[in-house]
């Protein structure tokens, strides 16, 4: 049973820094995809963030381009998405979601992505 599992959203000020981590567990191998959505209140969900299955193609919104950074550790088939001078336009119920297609390439299509994570959520006070 494929189970992906986020954590470590929470409240920040403007211009403070949050970390969210995922777990993905129940597959054979790490050879997949891996990105970041979020959701605000009201509004589609987007891409954030996504990285190939090696970690060497990285792909981000405009929006939070020098500000986040997506990584992942194989071993420990575990993302990261370090966030940084965060806004208030970022809060969002921030997913995790898994793309088993192998790519050299980063997916921003939802459909693409088959397993997801419960969602956590990062607030951003001004």
């Known amino acids: 049973q494929v189970q992906v599992v986020e954590s470590g959203g929470g409240l920040v000020q403007a211009g403070g820094s949050l970390r969210v981590s995922c777990a993905a567990s129940?597959?054979?191998?790490?050879?997949?995809?891996m990105g970041w959505f979020r959701q605000a209140p009201g509004k589609e969900r987007e891409f954030v963030a996504g990285t190939n299955w090696n970690g060497r193609w990285t792909d981000y919104v405009d929006s939070v381009k020098g500000r986040f950074t997506i990584s992942r550790d194989n071993a420990q088939n575990t993302l990261y998405l370090q966030m940084n001078r965060l806004q208030p336009e970022d809060t969002a119920v921030y997913y995790c979601?898994?793309?088993?297609?192998?790519?050299?390439?980063?997916?921003?299509?939802?459909?693409?992505?088959?397993?997801w994570g419960q969602g956590t959520q990062v607030t951003v006070s001004s």
């Open positions: 979601a898994l793309d088993l297609h192998v790519k050299v390439w980063v997916s921003r299509i939802i459909r693409d992505y088959v397993y």
């Open positions: 129940g597959l054979g191998s790490s050879r997949y995809g």
